[in-house]
C-alpha cells in the first residue's frame, strides 16, 4: 500500500483538567512521531496546572498537580507549550499530518493555551486526520466512539486517559481503519481535510 500510511505521521493526545477545551489546562502533551508503520518516537511534554487538578478529572487520569509537577522535572509551563508549538509548527513546515482522536478537542485546548501563555496560536497550515470523524464516516457499526471502546474491539490493550498511550492507540486504530478502507490512504490529506469538516458537521448534526 502506498499513501501517507507509509509515511511519517504524528499522532497526538492531551490529558487537562476539564472537557472544555477553551477553560481547561492542559497537563500533558504527546506528540509522537510514526516514521514508518511500526517505529514509535513520543515526546510526552507535562505542563504543571497552576492550581491543583479538579477532582472530576483526577478520576479519569489519575493526574493531581503534583504528579505532573514531578513529570515536568523543572520545565515551566511556558517552555513546555512552547516546545509543543515548536513541533506543531515543524509539522506543519514538513506537512506531516498529524493523528487525532476529536481534533478539535485537543486542537482547541492548544490553541487556547498557546493564546494565554506563550501569545500565539496554532501555525497555519496543519494537517490533520480526526480518527474519530474518519471512524464514524467509513465504519457504520454503531455504539460509541470512544478511543477505549474502539481499542477494544480491535483488541487493543492499553490505560487509558494516557497521553502517550492514547496516542500510540489512536495511530494503531487509524492504521486498522486504513487497512479496512484501502482507498483512503490514496487520498491526499489536504483533500481530506474539507471532507472531515463536512463529514463532522453532518455527523454533528445527526447527534
Not at 34 to 39: A, D, F, Y
Not at 41 to 56: A, F, G, K, R, S
Not at 145 to 161: C, Y
Request: hydrophobic share 45%.
Amino acid at each position: 500500500m502506498t499513501g501517507w500510511l507509509d509515511r511519517p505521521l504524528i499522532a497526538m493526545d492531551c490529558e487537562a483538567t476539564s472537557t472544555d477545551p477553551a477553560t481547561a489546562r492542559v497537563l500533558s502533551i504527546c506528540l509522537g512521531l510514526s516514521i514508518e508503520p511500526g517505529k514509535w518516537q513520543p515526546t510526552v511534554l507535562w505542563v504543571t496546572p497552576e492550581d491543583e487538578v479538579p477532582e472530576d478529572a483526577q478520576k479519569v487520569h489519575g493526574l493531581t498537580r503534583e504528579v505532573v509537577r514531578a513529570n515536568a522535572a523543572g520545565m515551566s509551563r511556558a517552555d513546555a507549550l512552547g516546545r509543543a508549538a515548536g513541533l506543531l509548527d515543524e509539522a506543519a513546515g514538513r506537512g506531516t499530518p498529524l493523528v487525532i482522536h476529536s481534533a478539535p478537542y485537543d486542537l482547541g485546548l492548544l490553541n487556547a493555551e498557546f493564546r494565554r501563555e506563550i501569545a500565539c496560536g496554532l501555525p497555519d497550515g496543519l494537517l490533520v486526520l480526526d480518527l474519530l470523524v474518519l471512524h464514524r464516516r467509513l465504519n457504520r457499526l454503531t455504539g460509541s466512539r470512544r478511543l477505549e471502546v474502539l481499542a477494544a474491539q480491535n483488541g487493543i490493550k492499553f490505560p487509558a486517559h494516557d497521553a502517550e498511550q492514547d496516542a500510540l492507540a489512536t495511530l494503531r486504530l487509524l492504521h486498522i481503519l486504513a487497512n479496512e478502507n484501502e482507498l483512503l490512504p490514496l487520498v491526499p490529506v489536504r483533500d481530506l481535510m474539507p471532507l472531515q469538516a463536512r463529514w463532522s458537521a453532518d455527523q454533528q448534526a445527526a447527534l
